[in-house]
């Protein structure tokens, strides 16, 4: 019978990803947050050039919120290079993207020493943000309990027992109703005072959502093996006792990422996981059950971020001994699914005096949901291969359209120039009514996976 490491070994030569030698079983333990800061400072130490080492806020508790970032120019954002970012143990108990982030971080590293020319090209060209722990409270309450005693719930929330995907701004009514009334289709209003409704760790990361002009992301999750795609939340009330399917607008584009992952991933894509049926390993979140204030639909609602929540495990808690084999069963699914930030347009508006336009708008004709550009003025925009006619406006411009044919490999740059609006034009694309977000009834909390 082989080894762990020698199955490890196996399984690294059959992908074509493991530059060097497999890592010995006693490398795939539990980070307690004193463990995990080491893990991420070593990494760090050990690729300095490439890598960065910030805190996004602190806990309930007081603990750092560590983002260990890597990039051929850490620390800036460079023109035309797309931001990614993972999140992990956003649920205190559900420990394993956690782990898997953690060894991400360190596989990053040893690989681009290495010379691997996947990953090298994937530091040298993508901005890559991990954070390893959104909820490290949460995770010390549920390692005193240890694997084998966890609850479902113990914890799950925060030190204050919130559950942070139920803490985020709801968005999803005020975007159904602008999609009766022709009303805006991205970077939704926050209430008033949304600060002061949400947790500190949620209002970490909103924070660093706005700091960051982030194009892809995975939040990942235990308690089942899926993944999830928007909306989380209902359209629409059950019917007959049954969720019903809510799509967003790039719905084909977020079955796309969703299968990338399940594919690439050892067994998540045969369906029948932890006494479940998913077919190809993925469901759209209100057609599994219907979930109100989440990070997912947030980060498509409120930025340019498109996000998708991975169920990792039927275990929450998994013993040591199970996570060598769950690292090599999301390895390349974490690789493949980074990579597909490089995929759809890309490019930047400039005015007449080819200065960059930040905030100008990005409409794609047929799909209902517009991007912005970032402060330097360039934009990314996902889609599918096929051709389009995309459209570039600014406040004080004349809209420029042009239009595009998308392959299958990397993102095809289109850049766009604006000339001056004449003097008293009008030029608003879209009414926007109101400031204020809509309040609606607040459903029961559903305590699912997600």
Same mark, same amino acid.
């Given at each position: 019978?082989?080894?762990?490491?020698?199955?490890?070994?196996?399984?690294?030569?059959?992908?074509?990803?493991?530059?060097?030698?497999?890592?010995?079983?006693?490398?795939?333990?539990?980070?307690?947050?004193?463990?995990?800061?080491?893990?991420?400072?070593?990494?760090?130490?050990?690729?300095?050039?490439?890598?960065?080492?910030?805190?996004?806020?602190?806990?309930?508790?007081?603990?750092?919120?560590?983002?260990?970032?890597?990039?051929?120019?850490?620390?800036?954002?460079?023109?035309?290079?797309?931001?990614?970012?993972?999140?992990?143990?956003?649920?205190?108990?559900?420990?394993?993207?956690?782990?898997?982030?953690?060894?991400?971080?360190?596989?990053?590293?040893?690989?681009?020493?290495?010379?691997?020319?996947?990953?090298?090209?994937?530091?040298?060209?993508?901005?890559?943000?991990?954070?390893?722990?959104?909820?490290?409270?949460?995770?010390?309450?549920?390692?005193?309990?240890?694997?084998?005693?966890?609850?479902?719930?113990?914890?799950?929330?925060?030190?204050?027992?919130?559950?942070?995907?139920?803490?985020?701004?709801?968005?999803?009514?005020?975007?159904?109703?602008?999609?009766?009334?022709?009303?805006?289709?991205?970077?939704?209003?926050?209430?008033?005072?949304?600060?002061?409704?949400?947790?500190?760790?949620?209002?970490?990361?909103?924070?660093?959502?706005?700091?960051?002009?982030?194009?892809?992301?995975?939040?990942?999750?235990?308690?089942?093996?899926?993944?999830?795609?928007?909306?989380?939340?209902?359209?629409?009330?059950?019917?007959? &006792?049954?969720?019903?399917?809510?799509? !967003?607008?790039? =719905?084909?584009?977020?079955?796309? $990422?969703?299968?990338?992952?399940? %594919? /690439?991933?050892?067994?998540?894509?045969?369906?029948?996981?932890?006494?479940?049926?998913?077919?190809?390993?993925?469901?759209?979140?209100?057609?599994?059950?219907?979930?109100?204030?989440?990070?997912?639909?947030?980060?498509?609602?409120?930025?340019?971020?498109?996000?998708?929540?991975?169920?990792?495990?039927?275990?929450?808690?998994?013993?040591?001994?199970?996570?060598?084999?769950?690292?090599?069963?999301?390895?390349?699914?974490?690789?493949?699914?980074?990579?597909?930030?490089?995929?759809?347009?890309?490019?930047?508006?400039?005015?007449?005096?080819?200065?960059?336009?930040?905030?100008?708008?990005?409409?794609?004709? &047929?799909?209902?949901?517009?991007?912005? !550009?970032?402060? =330097?003025?360039?934009?990314?925009? $996902?889609?599918?291969?096929?051709? %389009? /006619?995309?459209?570039?406006?600014?406040?004080?411009?004349?809209?420029?359209?042009?239009?595009?044919?998308?392959?299958?490999?990397?993102?095809?740059?289109?850049?766009?120039?604006?000339?001056?609006?004449?003097?008293?034009?009008?030029?608003?694309?879209?009414?926007?009514?109101?400031?204020?977000?809509?309040?609606?009834?607040?459903?029961?909390?559903?305590?699912?996976?997600?």
């Amino acid at each position: 019978m082989l080894s762990c490491s020698s199955l490890l070994w196996s399984g690294a030569l059959l992908l074509g990803l493991w530059a060097q030698q497999a890592w010995a079983a006693d490398d795939f333990q539990h980070h307690g947050y004193e463990e995990m800061v080491r893990a991420l400072f070593s990494v760090q130490s050990q690729c300095p050039y490439i890598t960065r080492i910030y805190s996004i806020g602190r806990s309930v508790e007081g603990r750092h919120l560590y983002v260990l970032e890597f990039s051929d120019n850490p620390g800036i954002h460079e023109a035309l290079e797309p931001e990614f970012k993972y999140v992990g143990n956003m649920h205190g108990n559900e420990v394993l993207g956690r782990e898997l982030l953690i060894y991400l971080c360190k596989f990053l590293c040893e690989e681009y020493i290495a010379g691997n020319q996947r990953i090298t090209s994937l530091i040298h060209n993508t901005r890559i943000h991990i954070l390893p722990s959104m909820n490290p409270d949460g995770y010390e309450v549920a390692a005193r309990q240890g694997p084998e005693f966890n609850g479902y719930l113990v914890g799950r929330g925060n030190s204050r027992d919130v559950d942070l995907n139920r803490n985020f701004p709801d968005l999803n009514g005020l975007m159904y109703y602008y999609e009766k009334n022709n009303g805006k289709n991205h970077h939704l209003p926050l209430p008033d005072k949304w600060e002061l409704q949400v947790e500190p760790e949620t209002l970490a990361v909103i924070k660093w959502m706005q700091n960051y002009n982030f194009v892809l992301s995975a939040n990942l999750h235990g308690g089942a093996v899926v993944a999830n795609y928007p909306f989380d939340k209902s359209r629409e009330a059950r019917i007959r &006792g049954k969720p019903t399917y809510s799509a !967003t607008p790039d =719905d084909k584009i977020f079955k796309k $990422l969703a299968k990338v992952y399940s %594919y /690439a991933h050892s067994w998540m894509h045969k369906g029948w996981n932890c006494g479940d049926y998913f077919e190809e390993g993925i469901t759209n979140g209100a057609n599994w059950y219907s979930l109100s204030k989440g990070m997912q639909d947030f980060n498509y609602l409120y930025t340019n971020c498109f996000e998708i929540t991975l169920e990792l495990s039927c275990d929450k808690f998994p013993p040591a001994s199970a996570l060598a084999r769950e690292w090599l069963a999301n390895r390349e699914a974490l690789v493949s699914y980074l990579e597909q930030v490089h995929h759809g347009i890309k490019g930047m508006v400039y005015d007449e005096n080819n200065n960059p336009v930040s905030n100008a708008e990005i409409s794609v004709a &047929g799909v209902n949901h517009d991007i912005t !550009t970032g402060a =330097d003025g360039d934009y990314f925009r $996902l889609l599918l291969p096929g051709t %389009y /006619a995309v459209t570039a406006s600014a406040p004080g411009y004349q809209p420029s359209t042009s239009t595009v044919t998308v392959g299958p490999a990397e993102a095809i740059q289109l850049h766009f120039y604006l000339k001056p609006a004449p003097k008293g034009t009008n030029l608003n694309v879209r009414g926007y009514q109101g400031k204020k977000n809509l309040t609606a009834k607040v459903p029961p909390a559903n305590l699912g996976p997600r």
